[in-house]
Structure formats: C-alpha cells, structure tokens
C-alpha cells in the first residue's frame, strides 16, 4: 500500500503485509520532501521484501517449535 500525501499533506507512506496468524504490517513512513517519488519506489520494493523475510521467518520459526 501506498500513501502519497493523501491522508497527510508532506507525508509519504509505504506498507506491506507481514503474513502470519494474526496478519500485521510493517509500514515507512517520510516526509515528501526527503521522499521523492523514485525514492518512495525503492522502499516500497524494499518494504515488501522485508516483511516477506518476516513471514518467512516466523513460518520457519513455528514449524521448528511444531517439531520440537
């Protein structure tokens, strides 16, 4: 998800979803003059590998706890 100064004027947002039991999300957040567009571009990629990496690990983190 993106947030381009729409709920806040001079902010910029990026989110993605961190698949686990409960769902949650981590988010970035910038002003808009430190976040250009190209730059909102690269986090949100970045944003969306990180919380793939967390789901991931949580994943892993429950299945060895399931065979311990």
């Known amino acids: 998800a993106a947030d381009d ?4 004027a001079g902010v910029r947002a990026v989110a993605a979803p961190v698949r686990t ?3 949650s999300a981590i988010w970035v957040v910038g002003l808009a ?3 250009s ?3 909102m ?8 590998e990180a919380a793939g990496g ?3 690990s ?7 706890r399931a065979s311990a």
């Open 41 to 48: 571009d690269q986090i949100a990629i970045l944003t969306v």
């Open 5 to 8: 100064e729409e709920y806040l």
């Open 37 to 39: 567009a190209g730059k």
């Open 21 to 23: 039991s409960p769902v």
């Open 58 to 64: 949580v994943e892993e983190g429950a299945k060895c």
């Open 33 to 35: 003059a430190g976040m």
């Open 54 to 56: 967390i789901s991931r």
